[in-house]
């Protein structure tokens, strides 16, 4: 999910580091299974007149595709606490 020329900006290839026991926050960056396509996908959470989404801070994602309502039975997997290039094997 990168952000180019922002900040966060999370590059092709980073290690995501994610905790399951802390309970997301808006602006938190977080990994949600959602069940109607039994994918997962990474993005910020936020809020929305009160609504829980899931927004891409990419600013060239398509628009319609940008902010994703979270819906029953969506399963929150965690929150990201960090992330790395990796590199050290």
Same mark, same amino acid.
């Given at each position: 999910? %990168?952000?180019?020329?922002? *900040?966060? *900006?999370?590059?092709?290839?980073?290690?995501?580091?994610?905790?399951?026991?802390?309970?997301?926050?808006?602006?938190?960056?977080?990994?949600?299974?959602? *069940? *109607?396509?039994?994918?997962?996908?990474? #993005?910020?959470?936020?809020?929305? %007149?009160?609504?829980?989404?899931?927004?891409?801070?990419?600013?060239?994602?398509? #628009?319609? %595709?940008?902010?994703?309502?979270?819906?029953?039975?969506?399963?929150?997997?965690?929150?990201?606490?960090?992330?790395?290039?990796?590199?050290?094997?």
């Amino acid at each position: 999910m %990168e952000n180019p020329g922002g *900040s966060p *900006s999370f590059t092709e290839g980073m290690i995501l580091h994610v905790n399951p026991d802390i309970d997301p926050m808006p602006s938190n960056f977080v990994v949600v299974r959602r *069940s *109607s396509t039994d994918e997962t996908t990474f #993005k910020r959470y936020i809020q929305i %007149e009160g609504a829980p989404y899931l927004e891409a801070i990419n600013p060239d994602w398509p #628009k319609d %595709e940008k902010y994703l309502k979270l819906m029953p039975g969506d399963v929150w997997c965690g929150v990201v606490v960090d992330a790395s290039l990796g590199g050290l094997i």
